[in-house]
């Protein structure tokens, strides 16, 4: 079947500590997204990327990397410079035209 | 600047009894609504995708609909398992981003 993976479920870490979400799409789609998802606020773009080897920062991206070195995955770092990451990060894709976003089950990070 | 808000916050309903669900927006030229289905400690399931006014979607008990300053999610005799949050998103022309509004949080009661 088809679909976004995203790993690990939940991730615990330690202050001052970069930590590194994984997410996978056999889907074939060229775009991909990543959000923040905080209780009582909408989901927040952190970054985005229409095609490979290329991406562009979304509204929050500060304390946070990525990359798209193949089509299928686009992981994303957790910084030391993000101020507060503990969050439910969520992973999507779409064909890159104008059809939905499809997304993965989403990552815990808790900070301690 | 794009906007969505879904009211209301929570809707508490007794299985069998109707509501809608509303998502207002604000957008430079849609390019798409989108309904999601989001259970608790899980990513957000597609619902619908709705592109311009008077468009309607069906599937089950959920009908979406679309007019050109909000969209209702109607629920008709809802049960138990349709209680999650429900997220509306809209996107925009000339931006990637998809804009979402804070969600509807649905408990349908036995």
């Known amino acids: 079947d088809g679909g976004i993976t995203q790993s690990p479920k939940y991730l615990f870490r330690k202050e001052g500590q970069n930590v590194t979400l994984s997410c996978e799409q056999n889907?074939?789609?060229?775009?991909m997204y990543w959000y923040r998802q905080d209780p009582g606020q909408g989901l927040r773009l952190i970054y985005y990327?229409?095609?490979?080897?290329?991406?562009q920062k979304g509204d929050i991206a500060e304390g946070y990397s990525v990359s798209r070195e193949k089509k299928e995955s686009f992981p994303l770092t957790v910084t030391s410079a993000q101020k507060n990451p503990t969050a439910f990060y969520l992973c999507?894709?779409?064909?890159?035209?104008?059809?939905?976003?499809?997304f993965g089950q989403g990552t815990r990070l808790t900070v301690v | 600047e794009d906007q969505v808000t879904q009211s209301p916050e929570a809707l508490r309903l007794q299985e069998g009894e109707s509501s809608s669900l509303n998502c207002s927006y604000t957008?430079?030229?849609?390019?798409?609504l989108f309904w999601y289905r989001q259970d608790p400690g899980k990513g957000p399931e597609f619902l619908f995708t709705?592109?311009?006014a008077g468009e309607e979607k069906e599937k089950e008990r959920l009908k979406a609909t679309l007019t050109k300053k909000e969209s209702f999610l109607h629920i008709t005799a809802p049960k138990p398992e349709d209680s999650a949050t429900y997220l509306c998103?809209?996107?925009?022309?000339?931006?990637?981003?998809?804009?979402f509004g804070t969600g509807t949080r649905l408990k349908v009661l036995a």
């Open positions: 999507a894709s779409d064909t890159g035209k104008d059809t939905e976003a499809f």
């Open positions: 889907l074939n789609h060229d775009a």
């Open positions: 990327s229409q095609i490979v080897n290329d991406f």
């Open positions: 957008v430079s030229g849609l390019r798409g």
């Open positions: 709705l592109y311009s």
């Open positions: 998103a809209v996107r925009g022309s000339g931006t990637y981003k998809y804009i």
